[in-house]
């Protein structure tokens, strides 16, 4: 034992172990959650009270193990334990319910492909290289899950920059990697004299125009379907938006997408880029310390990059006037100027 814990009574050591034992333990959690998504848990659950054993005949599971699932999750305050069984807890069935508007079904699927991708940290580590392809490439089920969540988590955030950054004067915008067009329907219904491209692989754009025709946005919002490492985004665009991609990949290509942002807009153009940053400790927030980590075990040069970094990337890219904001979800949006 060190001395200063036998000076302050072996507090700094039981802190320090609480500390550890939480830290170390905390996949046990995730892991419960996230397989309970993964497995179909809750959407066979639904709003009412379930037995565990009936629960489990209806899924093909092991009474004996969904109930010491069930059990965790009622632990955990995500279910409830009642006299007629288990029910999803009234604070999370809204988002752990498939059929919910603010449903996170999808992003808990796709953590539970990122979780089984961190199992293989330590390859990673040896090798510096991924443990699986890109997201946006993978198999139907795990892509669908991928872009689908992207629309779970970017709905909100989406909301506040339409809130907090004024986009009336903006006509024609590219959604650069636009995923499942979230941002660009947001927007769209926000701003009335606004069109918007989205720009995406072919697979992900399926699921775009599933939404943008969900969300009668057909005449205002178009795919465009190119890879950015190879095609240029097309021209005449006065607004782009570059929602979580650069951390995707280092920083020659960041630079590459940054410049064919701004061969994309007019001049006077705007760039809004959103993004998981980090302070230039790079320990902080906590969120994008851990993102960092996401993206090294899913991409061959991704990782998450400060305020600093992204404003110096844009100013070589012939970007400036530059202003930053917080926005929800551990996000920061770096407003930029073609100069
Ligand atoms: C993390 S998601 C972000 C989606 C959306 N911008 C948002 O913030 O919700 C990254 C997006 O980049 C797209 N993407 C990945 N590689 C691409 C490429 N080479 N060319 C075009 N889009 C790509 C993916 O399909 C996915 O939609």
Redesign the pocket.
């Known amino acids: 034992m060190s001395r200063s814990s036998q000076c302050d009574g072996g507090r700094w050591e039981m802190d320090a172990n609480k500390r550890l034992s939480e830290l170390s333990n905390g996949y046990q959690h995730a892991i419960v959650l996230l397989t309970a998504a993964r497995a179909g848990v809750f959407a066979a659950m639904g709003r009412q009270a379930q037995p565990a054993d009936a629960l489990a005949r209806r899924l093909g599971f092991d009474a004996r193990a969904l109930e010491i699932v069930l059990l965790a999750l009622a632990a955990d305050g995500i279910v409830t334990r009642e006299d007629d069984g288990f029910r999803i807890h009234p604070d999370f069935a809204p988002l752990l319910l498939p059929d919910s508007p603010t449903t996170q079904d999808s992003i808990l699927k796709h953590n539970y492909a990122c979780m089984k991708r961190w199992m293989s940290l330590d390859e990673v580590l040896r090798t510096g290289r991924p443990a699986s392809e890109?997201a946006?490439l993978l198999p139907h089920e795990d892509m669908r899950n991928f872009?689908c969540g992207?629309a779970n988590i970017?709905r909100l955030s989406s909301a506040e920059v339409a809130a907090r950054v004024d986009l009336s004067g903006f006509r024609r915008m590219i959604d650069v990697?636009?995923?499942p067009a979230?941002?660009s329907i947001v927007f769209c219904q926000k701003y009335p004299q606004l069109n918007c491209v989205v720009?995406?692989?072919p697979g992900?754009l399926r699921i775009a125009r599933e939404e943008i025709a969900r969300a009668g946005m057909d005449a205002r919002i178009e795919t465009r379907a190119?890879?950015?490492?190879r095609d240029e985004l097309g021209e005449g665009f006065d607004l782009a938006y570059v929602?979580?991609?650069i951390h995707?990949m280092g920083p020659d290509d960041s630079l590459m997408l940054m410049r064919k942002c701004h061969r994309a807009l007019t001049p006077d153009g705007t760039l809004l880029v959103k993004d998981f940053f980090l302070d230039d400790s790079r320990t902080a927030p906590n969120f994008a310390a851990f993102f960092s980590v996401n993206m090294l075990t899913g991409t061959a040069q991704g990782k998450s990059y400060t305020l600093r970094e992204t404003q110096d990337l844009l100013a070589r890219a012939g970007f400036g006037d530059f202003r930053h904001l917080d926005v929800a979800a551990a996000s920061g949006l770096l407003i930029a100027r073609k100069a």
């Open positions: 890109p946006a872009i992207m970017s990697g636009g995923g979230t941002s720009f995406d692989l992900p190119g890879d950015y490492f929602s979580n991609i995707s």
